[in-house]
């Protein structure tokens, strides 16, 4: 079975932690151990987010002012580098003797794409009401909104038009016996002006919306979403929330998904499967073999008796 498999930049970085690399390491060491137990039974094509980490560079940027900042496309290009290094060695270790290999990714973009009017995707660290005051202070540039009991920065997030390294990558998946490293932080943003050349666009793209590109482009089987939360919620953090243990596009579309971070994961996986796909599924970072049998997670099909089931 071909699955890919999407790690979302907070399961990486968790809420709160801070941003140290061994940290970092820690937590893709916990999550390869995960994916490695899928990928010696299945091919997996992995794909990561990259909002703490490309935050952790942007303040870097503002701290050091002997030079101009760099733009958000190639420090996109620098966490690419940096996680997908990370667990290339990590997934050697889980797998020693498999063929692993990470892949820069280039992500089109349309600059007219309403999200540069409106941005909503959470980068970099946490703050407390008191610290975002002063980072809004010193950076009156940004825009800063609310993420559950904190504040993060928010930037842009055009939807993927086109991955570029698509054929590359097919050719790569064809091998049958490849764990492939791909599509970090949703791909590197770029734009092809009037004459079809290429160029880096102010912005991150949503890993799991181009995830769910990828997956169609490679016709997987699966396509799974792995988060800091064992199940997707119907109201996460309130009273009587419950756990959707399995449902169909149509009953998961219904609930009010925050837009900046559940909305787009819920959008990704019943897109998949309604092109197609056999399942999408969202859940922790540490289950991804229980999530492949439907133990654990939120797993998301055509066909659900009742439309909906949760866990007790």
């Not at 809420?15 to 995960?34: D, F």
């Not at 008191?130 to 009991?149: F, H, R, T, Y």
């Not at 590197?188 to 990828?214: C, F, M, N, T, Y």
């Not at 596009?249 to 971070?261: H, L, T, Y």
């Amino acid at each position: 079975m071909l699955v890919v498999m999407a790690l979302g930049g907070n399961a990486i970085l968790q809420r709160g932690q801070p941003l140290e690399a061994h940290i970092q390491r820690e937590n893709i060491r916990t999550a390869a151990r995960s994916i490695a137990a899928v990928a010696k039974h299945h091919q997996v094509v992995l794909t990561h987010g990259n909002g703490p980490q490309v935050g952790l560079l942007a303040l870097m940027n503002e701290a050091y002012e002997e030079v101009n900042n760099y733009p958000l496309d190639v420090l996109g290009a620098q966490t690419q580098g940096m996680i997908g290094f990370m667990f290339e060695q990590e997934l050697r270790n889980e797998m020693p003797g498999k063929k692993i290999c990470t892949v820069s990714t280039q992500t089109i973009v349309d600059p007219s794409d309403p999200a540069f009017e409106n941005p909503d995707k959470f980068v970099g660290p946490v703050y407390t009401y008191e610290e975002a005051q002063v980072i809004k202070n010193a950076n009156p540039a940004w825009v800063l909104k609310e993420d559950g009991n904190y504040f993060r920065r928010v930037v842009p997030s055009p939807h993927p038009k086109e991955i570029l390294e698509l054929p590359s990558l097919r050719h790569i998946v064809a091998s049958g016996d490849i764990t492939v490293i791909c599509g970090g932080g949703g791909g590197i943003p770029v734009r092809r002006d009037s004459e079809g050349k290429l160029h880096g666009v102010e912005a991150v793209v949503d890993k799991d919306r181009a995830s769910r590109a990828l997956a169609e482009g490679i016709e997987a089987d699966g396509l799974i979403l792995l988060t800091d939360v064992p199940a997707v919620e119907t109201n996460y953090g309130q009273p009587g929330s419950r756990r959707i243990k399995e449902c169909t596009p149509q009953e998961f579309e219904a609930f009010p998904f925050a837009a900046g971070s559940m909305k787009p994961k819920v959008e990704s996986v019943c897109h998949f499967v309604r092109a197609g796909g056999k399942f999408g599924a969202i859940g922790a970072l540490d289950s991804a073999e229980d999530i492949l049998t439907g133990k654990s997670g939120t797993f998301v099909k055509v066909d659900v008796p009742g439309g909906i089931k949760y866990y007790d």
